[in-house]
């Protein structure tokens, strides 16, 4: 019982619209703007770029603080892996937004944070070097993710959480089937560094 209601508190953690509510300080709903998205760089096209980098990190922070938890907490792999990905979907399907969340990048970060923190820098260093030559944020976060599970492996993470991350990465590549209809017709927007 006690393990389930961490599963619980941990989706509605996870549902916590962090980029709606910092746009709404600028009186801006980035759900009704560019891409429609909630996540930080859409929030950063909508509400500024210092709202988009604190979105951000409460993102992160929303997926590594249950998954943190529970492994201090000395659950079993299994369960922190359940864990993690309740928080994950969470941001996706956040019950505070009638299940219309966001793509789970940043949230996903945050459990691997935790889980798995020394896979995350090869797939950290594939994501700046993609976003730098191409500018594209969302191929970029679809290099990473993808790529998580293997530096996982080969870093050998517990098995666990090497199969909650190759389930993250179904659901991230899932939640960016239209950017990759754009990336593929050359449509997908640009991110800007100056």
Known sequence: MQQAAYVIIAYLIGSIPIGVMLARLKG??????????????????????????VTLFGDIAKGFLPTFIAMRCDMPKEVVAVIGFATFVGHLFPVFLKFRGGKGVATALGVYLAAGP???????????????IWRYVSLGS???????????????????????AVVIA??????????????????ENKIKFN
Not at 28 to 53: E, F, H, Q, Y
Not at 142 to 164: I, R
Not at 173 to 183: Q, T, W
């Open 142 to 164: 679809l290099a990473g993710a993808g790529s998580v599970p293997f530096a996982m492996y080969v870093l050998k993470v517990p098995v666990e959480y090497v199969c909650l």
């Open 28 to 53: 801006k709903d980035p759900r009704k703007t560019g891409s429609g998205n909630i996540g930080a760089t859409n929030v950063m096209r909508t509400a500024g770029r210092a709202l988009g980098i």
């Open 170 to 187: 179904i659901f991230v590549f899932i939640k960016h089937k239209d950017n990759i209809k754009r990336l593929i017709k050359g449509q």
């Open 118 to 132: 020394i896979a995350i820098i090869p797939c950290f260093i594939i994501f700046v070097a993609i976003l730098l």
